[in-house]
């Protein structure tokens, strides 16, 4: 027997594929009046005793192919990238020893992996070769208990499709299935493009109605009909639209707002080599790699440990704002006007998110998503300095060798000057 969950995900799978249909049909019929109905047999060819009004209905069928073709255009893509490139995590192939801990345990000990007393599951080299990434508390990534992997940054499990997804939004029957980071700039752009199509089959379809009450003449049924569904599907759409937009220029999600006044995101950070920290005074917990062996091993090389600052955001707060409203519009509906406005290219977050993916190691270091300032805050109060160890070749190693040893023998004086005067100010104290 099914259970509640199985049946409400069948009920969501099932409208998915049902409701599209349903909304061409809607489309189909909205077409035919306002096209026949309407353009042709009242304005062109009117049965009624009118004058004919060509040039009105020239104008009025121009404008509504164009919002219809954006309307249609837009929301085939969403529908296109929901069968091709819903945004699903890639599933790890576990490793024997991963699969017998599950079917010990039933969970990730934590605690044991950092302890070294087992075996982290694969996928964590991806995380510790960055220089920042979203975790847990204890400086781990977030891990997914049913999908069995290691979370990306923004990334979240849809029950509905019993799957973990980039930047998922929300789970939408009347687009076909998941809206993620690869649709949403689509997503927003139907949503709009349908609220200025059913807005303006309303007004022109009322406008022609009222005529008709006005010159006494009889009235069509379907034209009241069209501007029922106009009507209702106007609001629904511009309700969405206008909610969409304000993830857009917030650089959030459906996701992120649903828990947006308790949410609390954890980071760790890349410190230094050598950081100027008070140990007495330090407020963070920091977590080291790599991680303590399972099996017998030498000691760790200091020179190959990263060491990660666990810093927290405030309650509330939004980590991938960037403050700027342009500069989360763009991040999400593209880089030029005509990206806005044609259902076309990809999101750039999506764009960078991929590059990140297929780059090389050295590109792993930059996170999949652009942070805010807010990052910068934390580091600041936590007094983490923002120059992190790279990984250098010899030829920049030598390009840059003058500038790192001015810059060492800088560091040495200023850290000189700070020992004296901490020694004397003990002194006098």
């Known amino acids: 027997m099914a259970t509640d969950p199985a049946i409400h995900r069948s009920v969501n799978k099932w409208s998915a594929r049902v409701i599209p249909f349903i909304l061409a049909g809607l489309t189909g019929y909205v077409t035919w009046v306002f096209v026949v109905l309407i353009c042709a047999h009242y304005l062109l060819h009117p049965a009624q005793p009118v004058a004919a009004r060509h040039g009105a209905a020239i104008a009025l069928l121009v404008i509504y192919f164009v919002l219809f073709a954006l309307y249609t255009f837009s929301y085939l893509r969403v529908l296109q990238v929901v069968v091709t490139n819903p945004g699903f ?15 010990e345990k039933g969970y990730l000990d934590r605690p044991a992996i ?12 991806r995380y510790i070769s960055r220089d920042v990434y979203e975790c847990e508390v204890d400086g781990l990534p977030r891990w997914c208990s049913t999908c069995k992997i290691w979370k990306p940054d923004r990334s979240h499990h849809c029950s509905e499709v019993n799957r973990c997804v980039y930047k998922m939004d929300h789970y939408c029957p009347w687009a076909g299935g998941i809206i993620s980071e690869t649709n949403f700039k689509f997503f927003v752009q139907f949503c709009t493009y349908s609220a200025f199509y059913c807005l303006y089959i309303l007004i022109a379809t009322s406008y022609f109605a009222a005529e008709l009450h006005r010159k006494g003449l009889p009235s069509n049924v379907n034209w009241f009909v069209t501007i029922a569904v106009t009507a209702l599907f106007f609001l629904f759409s511009v309700g969405i639209a206008i909610n969409s937009l304000r993830f857009v220029f917030t650089n959030s999600t459906t996701v992120d707002d649903l828990t947006q006044r308790t949410r609390i995101t ?9 950081p100027a920290i008070n140990e007495q005074t330090r407020h963070f917990a920091t977590v080291t790699y790599p991680l303590p062996s399972a099996g017998p091993s030498g000691t760790a090389n200091p020179n190959t440990q990263r060491i990660y600052a666990i810093l927290q955001t405030a309650a509330g707060s939004n980590p991938y704002n960037l403050r700027s409203l342009m500069a989360n519009f763009r991040t999400v509906m593209g880089l030029q006007w005509y990206e806005w406005v044609l259902p076309l290219s990809h999101s750039p977050c999506y764009m960078r998110r991929m590059a990140v993916m297929e780059s090389t190691e050295e590109g792993h ?5 652009k942070l805010g300032p807010l990052l910068d805050d934390l580091k600041s109060d936590a007094r983490i300095s923002d120059e992190t160890p790279r990984r250098e070749t010899n030829h920049r190693r030598r390009r840059r060798g003058d500038r790192r040893a001015n810059h060492k023998r800088e560091h040495s004086a200023r850290a000189s000057r700070h020992d004296k005067a901490r020694e004397t100010s003990s002194k006098q104290g």
């Open 365 to 369: 270091r930059k996170n999949a998503y």
């Open 114 to 125: 950092l302890d070294g007393r087992v075996i982290p599951p694969s996928g964590l080299e």
């Open 89 to 103: 995590v890639r599933l790890n192939k576990s490793r024997d020893d991963e699969k017998r801990a599950y079917e």
């Open 266 to 274: 954890h980071f760790a950070v890349l410190m230094p080599r050598s």
